[in-house]
């Protein structure tokens, strides 16, 4: 079992910068696949960033590339999701995820979800 509790959401003007974490319990965190994904008003959630357990494998949707950043702490059992030039159409719930060992960027293929962190980017 894993709970998953994130932070770090707010209200920044575009171009600006944002981190989010996500807490993780449990003995085996870094043995879980780890997603960031968000949903905005009136969309489907959507796939943001994912990291692998050891932190060396990491994959972006294309609408984020080269502006958002995913890292893991095993340590400490959180992972990160640092964003920078934010844009307005960032603006979204932001869910962490997890699921056991497999890559993927399926949010139906994730089994532990946080409660969410809303960030808003003003123009």
Do not use: H
């Amino acid at each position: 079992q894993v709970q998953l509790v994130e932070s770090g959401g707010g209200l920044v003007q575009a171009g600006g910068s944002l981190r989010l974490s996500c807490a993780a319990s449990g003995r085996t965190f870094s043995n879980y696949y780890m997603g960031w994904f968000r949903q905005a008003p009136g969309k489907e959630r959507a796939f943001v960033a994912a990291i692998g357990g050891s932190g060396s494998s990491t994959s972006y949707a294309a609408s984020v590339k080269g502006r958002f950043t995913i890292s893991r702490d095993n340590i400490e059992k959180t992972v990160y999701l640092q964003m920078n030039s934010l844009k307005p159409e960032d603006t979204a719930v932001y869910y962490c995820a997890a699921r056991w060992a497999v890559p993927s960027t399926r949010g139906v293929d994730y089994d532990y979800w946080g409660q969410g962190t809303q960030v808003t980017v003003s123009s």
